[in-house]
């Protein structure tokens, strides 16, 4: 009965709708749910705004019963008689005919079935993948649902205050003995930073820094008196700060731009699932003069689907004040867990997104949802369903939305892009077959800095150990539903800038076993200004809970199933090598018989059987820290070297050896070690060399050329790829 499904209808959409219908707001009632992929629904509602995912199943149900809707007319009197029997009154009557009219009349153009069948036919999968369980489904506001929140924000306060305290005191605890040991070599006249590797280099630069700021002061000071603002002086790489002075530490990484000569403008991007995220471009003033503020808000959704029916995208070539010089190739790079891409311009010229900028790339940094500010375009803050998503919502919306926006304001077909830690975790998630794969079409490469797709020894240290061994119900009532000890974010900001950095240092160093001993320590104050960021319980639930990450020590594996890679792995070197001795010692038919039995049981299982990714996938570029404790990078490496990943091409792999796991973007070494072979591979990779700048130290980097073609097909490459670009 029409009757029927539509007070079905109405039952589920107000289940998952932004505010209950009876509050008389029509604009969030939930109309449809469309899957981004078939395990990632999100839900439009009737003003076209979206709703976070919820449950395979909640989902289904309510496109199911929006199509048996579509073939019908709308509830007639009678109908309407039977809503009313069905929602207990005239009031719920009143609720089920705004909803099914909404429902009817946004889904008329969808009225035709399609060739395909329905949607009952056509249900995507109900389970989940093991690492990926479901989230929790939170409807919209009641004062149940607000009494339970308040019980888990009143919870949550006191005892993540007291797991904070906790770490916050045996990070201060165990510096006693180094303070203390670091005390009595100044009391008997040696040197404690004496033997750090980069000392020498520390102390030129500490004094360059002094000089510069008493330059600036002393040309700040007669331009004032002269009436004037000329005295910026350019710098010996032709690029002019326009800040400058002592260093206030400060959380803006445009300041950090200008005193190296750039700047900065910030876009703001809707993901599909109706975040607003942040997405910082670093530019030359020199050669490009930022969009008006409202070409930099957000606008509809960032999707390829959206990217691909634009007969000409804009590009930023149009606000580029130097024409006679061919645009810069994007670049888009992501940063880890609890940091924003702040940590990419914290140590001025030898910054990732500086050094970039300056070697001539156009150079946009990614921000995770919620990151400094929490936005969404319905849901307020305080709503749980704010904060009910993972790394994979940040792999599955973010980076396509960032990518996307990227690609929409420059005009390129294809950017590379360069992630760092979680950064490379969201990336990994992303371009898997059964997620994201379409994105790898739109990257030139991927750079993985540290990548975090196995876990390493630190996950067995005891407060991460106590997180795992919690039920998900004591998880969330320790640390709440909502944003992840937000008290950080509050320290954060009342604390002086100084004494923050220091305890900062001094508590992820106790957590994650990181040291400063190739880091610019002049600068580390300033490095941990962009870190915490506001990120969800839930998300750290998904790292350090007993459900993912932690119990399985794998992004897109389970324990059992990477173990049994590995005895495969290790069971078939053991066959080459007693094949290679057979070959040797063996003569005749026996020889021949082993032979054919270690091919016979390779083809039964071949390799990239359980592939990640598919041919869609880009090209990969790895850098591994030797003394990472936090992330097995290896681990990774040996799965693409033993043939595991068929469909992906490794460019360029490093480990070195002497790494923790930020070293890779704050190492006073870094450009020389990891920035520079970056600039190499997203150079070589890039798929319009012929109608982009060419970056400085790249003139002799040769292209890369797929192994599925050869050397003469490199050009036809190069110009089929190139017919994104709109110049």
Sequence with gaps: ???????????????????????????????????????????????????????????????????????????????????????????????????????????????????????????????????????????????????????????????????????????????????????????????????????????????????????????????????????????????????????????????????????????????????????????????????????????????????????????????????????????????????????????????????????????????????FHPRHALLDRRDPRMWCWNIRQMGVFDLPALTARVLRETGFGKCGLVCHSQGTTQALVALAKEQRPDLGERLTVFCGLAPAAYAGPLIGKMYFKFMRVITPAMFRLMFGIGAFIPLMMTMHRVLDPRVYGWLGYKVFSFLFNWTDTRWDRGLRDRMFQFAPVYVSSESMRWWLGRECFAKHKCILATKEEWRQEEREDHEQEQRESELAAADRDMEGREGVEWSEHAAEAHKRKPKGSSAWYNHQAPPFALWVCGKDDLVDGNKLLRRFERGREPHVSVVHSKVIPEYEHLDVIWAMDAPEQVFKEVREVLWKTCNVRDQVRVPKGCEDVEAWVHPEYGEGDADGLQLSSSEDLSP
């Design 1 to 371: 009965m029409v009757s029927t499904a539509a007070a079905e209808f109405a039952d589920q959409s107000e289940k998952l709708s932004h505010q209950h219908p009876e509050t008389g707001n029509d604009d969030g009632i939930a109309v449809e749910a469309r899957f981004v992929t078939p395990q990632d629904p999100v839900l439009v509602t009737a003003d076209g705004n979206r709703l976070p995912p919820v449950p395979l199943d909640e989902a289904h149900k309510l496109n199911v019963l929006r199509e048996e809707l579509e073939h019908h007319e709308p509830p007639t009197a009678s109908s309407k008689e039977s809503l009313g029997r069905a929602g207990n009154g005239q009031a719920a009557t009143s609720v089920a005919e705004q909803v099914v009219t909404l429902a009817t009349e946004k889904t008329k153009p969808k009225r035709r079935r399609t060739s395909d069948g329905d949607l009952r036919q056509a249900m995507p999968p109900t389970h989940t993948n093991p690492l990926f369980p479901p989230l929790p489904l939170y409807g919209p506001p009641t004062m149940l649902r607000d009494i339970q929140c308040l019980v888990f924000r009143v919870s949550s306060f006191f005892l993540s205050l007291a797991f904070l305290a906790v770490i916050v005191l045996g990070a201060l605890f165990t510096s006693v003995g180094p303070s203390l040991r670091r005390r009595w070599r100044q009391a008997t006249f040696r040197n404690p930073d004496a033997n750090r590797p980069f000392y020498a280099e520390e102390v030129r630069l500490k004094k360059k820094r002094k000089d510069d700021e008493r330059e600036w002061l002393r040309k700040k000071s007669s331009s004032a008196s002269r009436g004037s603002e000329e005295g910026n002086s350019v710098n010996g790489d032709g690029f002019t700060p326009t800040e400058g002075g002592p260093d206030p530490i400060v959380c803006d990484p445009a300041y950090y731009a200008r005193r190296v000569g750039l700047d900065m403008e910030i876009f703001q991007v809707q993901t599909e699932d109706g975040f607003i995220i942040d997405l910082w471009h670093v530019y030359d003033p020199k050669e490009y003069t930022p969009l008006p503020a409202e070409c930099r808000k957000p606008g509809l959704p960032e999707s390829f689907e959206a990217l691909n029916q634009q007969s000409k995208p804009p590009t930023t070539t149009t606000n580029t004040t130097n024409t006679t010089k061919p645009p810069k190739f994007p670049v888009l790079l992501i940063h880890g867990l609890l940091q924003s891409s702040g940590a990419y311009c914290v140590s001025d010229d030898a910054s990732l997104a500086f050094y970039l900028c300056k070697s001539g790339f156009d150079v946009w940094l990614g921000n995770n949802r919620c990151g």
